[in-house]
């Protein structure tokens, strides 16, 4: 019997789509990209989902939106490699873990990340439209700029003490993982899981990664290079990247 396809609906270098795409690497998972442009998606994944964001996965017959309940569904369906611990107590933490960063650690770097992409849009539209022609990423890329006070807007950038609680969230989230990681890998238990993803994945806009899934488009702008040069130091930095490295498994595609 054939395998049901499974499909991910998905924005290109985004963060919450990259915690999908991980899990999907991380089972093994054979599964098939819709990538979309930001903006113009929404009619897709509202006739999909009933709602406007990504990432959404199609898998056994149903549409399910957001990373964290993908996760889930993932983790019921392939629960070998597991992303959550075995422990009743570790699994609890580590699902507390994902959804206060999801909450709060990645909007908090799709802000400071988006200080950036407001005034280089050509940037934006070469990242997100990496699969399109360089006519749909010329005609993306004048959109933008037609749009550009509600993307900025959207993405909580219009308001300079929203980005500076954005970067004081972030501080925060990385001084805690810091302190987790000091005497110990992993966020929760001695293995990699769910939590160890989600820490990594959300702190990808503001460190320069070489995983092909979430590489900068070239060039890069001096001012995005300057962004992950103000955090390049911290040494959960350093950790994430270790995390991509050592449990970012080859896409099954």
Same mark, same amino acid.
């Given at each position: 019997?054939?395998?049901?396809?499974?499909?991910?609906?998905?924005? /290109? *270098?985004? $963060?919450? +789509?990259?915690?999908?795409?991980? *899990?999907?690497?991380?089972?093994?998972?054979? #599964?098939? =990209?819709? @990538?979309?442009?930001?903006? &113009? #998606?929404?009619?897709?994944?509202?006739?999909?989902?009933?709602? @406007?964001?990504?990432?959404?996965?199609?898998? %056994?017959? /149903?549409? !399910?939106?957001?990373?964290?309940?993908? !996760?889930?569904?993932?983790?019921?369906?392939?629960?070998?490699?597991?992303?959550?611990?075995?422990?009743?107590?570790?699994?609890?933490?580590?699902?507390?873990?994902?959804?206060?960063?999801?909450? %709060?650690?990645?909007?908090?770097?799709?802000?400071?990340?988006?200080?950036?992409?407001? +005034?280089?849009?050509?940037?934006?539209?070469?990242?997100?439209?990496?699969?399109?022609?360089?006519?749909? /990423?010329?005609?993306?890329?004048?959109?933008?700029?037609?749009?550009?006070?509600?993307?900025?807007?959207?993405?909580?950038?219009?308001?300079?003490? +929203?980005?500076?609680?954005?970067?004081?969230?972030?501080?925060?989230?990385?001084?805690?993982?810091?302190? =987790?990681?000091?005497?110990?890998?992993?966020?929760?238990?001695?293995?990699?899981?769910?939590? %160890?993803?989600?820490?990594?994945?959300?702190?990808?806009? !503001?460190?320069?990664?070489? $995983?092909?899934?979430?590489?900068?488009?070239? &060039?890069?702008?001096?001012?995005?290079?300057?962004?992950?040069?103000?955090?390049? +130091? $911290?040494?959960?930095?350093?950790? *994430?990247?270790?995390?991509?490295?050592? #449990?970012?498994?080859?896409? *099954?595609?």
């Amino acid at each position: 019997m054939t395998e049901p396809t499974i499909i991910l609906h998905q924005f /290109r *270098a985004s $963060h919450f +789509n990259d915690k999908v795409r991980w *899990a999907l690497a991380f089972k093994g998972l054979v #599964h098939q =990209r819709n @990538t979309l442009l930001p903006g &113009p #998606h929404q009619g897709t994944i509202r006739k999909l989902s009933g709602q @406007t964001s990504t990432p959404v996965l199609e898998l %056994d017959g /149903r549409a !399910i939106a957001g990373s964290a309940a993908i !996760i889930d569904a993932l983790e019921q369906r392939v629960p070998s490699p597991a992303l959550y611990p075995a422990d009743t107590k570790e699994r609890q933490d580590a699902l507390d873990i994902q959804s206060r960063f999801d909450r %709060d650690l990645g909007p908090a770097t799709r802000t400071i990340v988006f200080t950036v992409f407001v +005034n280089e849009l050509g940037y934006p539209a070469r990242t997100f439209g990496g699969e399109a022609s360089a006519v749909q /990423r010329g005609v993306y890329r004048l959109v933008l700029s037609l749009v550009k006070p509600m993307m900025a807007k959207t993405n909580g950038v219009t308001d300079p003490e +929203n980005v500076k609680h954005c970067s004081v969230i972030t501080q925060q989230a990385l001084d805690w993982i810091a302190e =987790r990681t000091a005497q110990q890998k992993f966020l929760v238990g001695e293995s990699f899981s769910v939590a %160890d993803l989600t820490a990594a994945a959300l702190l990808s806009p !503001i460190m320069q990664l070489e $995983h092909p899934d979430m590489r900068p488009a070239a &060039p890069v702008p001096a001012a995005l290079e300057a962004m992950w040069s103000e955090w390049k +130091n $911290h040494p959960p930095i350093h950790w *994430a990247k270790g995390i991509y490295r050592d #449990h970012r498994p080859a896409d *099954a595609r």
